[in-house]
C-alpha cells in the first residue's frame, strides 16, 4: 500500500508561483510512476503531468507545457510540481497519483494510489 500526501497549495495572484509537494509513504517509492492531476467544480479530474519512477521520462498537458515543471527526489520520497504564470484557469484541487505501470498514463484508471488533494486558487 502506498500513501501520498499533498501540499504546498495556496491562493496567489495570475503570474504567480507555487511549488506542490507529494510525500509518499508505504512501499518502495523508487519504483512508482507519480501523476498530478487536477479537479475544478463541476469539472472531469484532468491530468497534469507524470514522472517515470527514475525521474528521466516525464510528459505533460498541453496546457501546462512549458509553465510547470515536474520532478521527484526519491531520496525524500517526494514528487514536485513548480508551477509558473500561474493563470485563473488553472484554479482547482491538485492530486498526485501513483502507479507501477510500465509505461506513464495521462489517465486516471491507471491510477491506483491517490491522495487527497491540495486546493490552488489564483485570481485575475
Known amino acids: 500500500q502506498v500513501q501520498l500526501v499533498e501540499s504546498g497549495g495556496g491562493s496567489v495572484q495570475a503570474g504567480g508561483s507555487l511549488r506542490l509537494s507529494c510525500v509518499a509513504s508505504?512501499?518502495?517509492?523508487?519504483?512508482?510512476?507519480v501523476g498530478w492531476f487536477r479537479q475544478s467544480p463541476s469539472q472531469e479530474r484532468e491530468f497534469v503531468a507524470t514522472?517515470?519512477?527514475?525521474?528521466?521520462?516525464?510528459t505533460y498537458a498541453d496546457s501546462v507545457k512549458g509553465r510547470f515543471t515536474i520532478s521527484r527526489d526519491n531520496a525524500k520520497n517526494t514528487v514536485y510540481l513548480q508551477m509558473h504564470s500561474l493563470k485563473p484557469e488553472d484554479t482547482a484541487v491538485y492530486y498526485c497519483?501513483?502507479?507501477?505501470?510500465?509505461?506513464?498514463?495521462?489517465?486516471?484508471?491507471?491510477?491506483?494510489?491517490w491522495g487527497q488533494g491540495t486546493q490552488v486558487t489564483v485570481s485575475s
Open positions: 497519483a501513483a502507479n507501477r505501470q510500465t509505461v506513464l498514463s495521462r489517465s486516471t484508471l491507471d491510477y491506483h494510489y
Open positions: 508505504g512501499r518502495t517509492f523508487s519504483g512508482l510512476n
Open positions: 514522472i517515470g519512477w527514475s525521474g528521466g521520462w516525464t
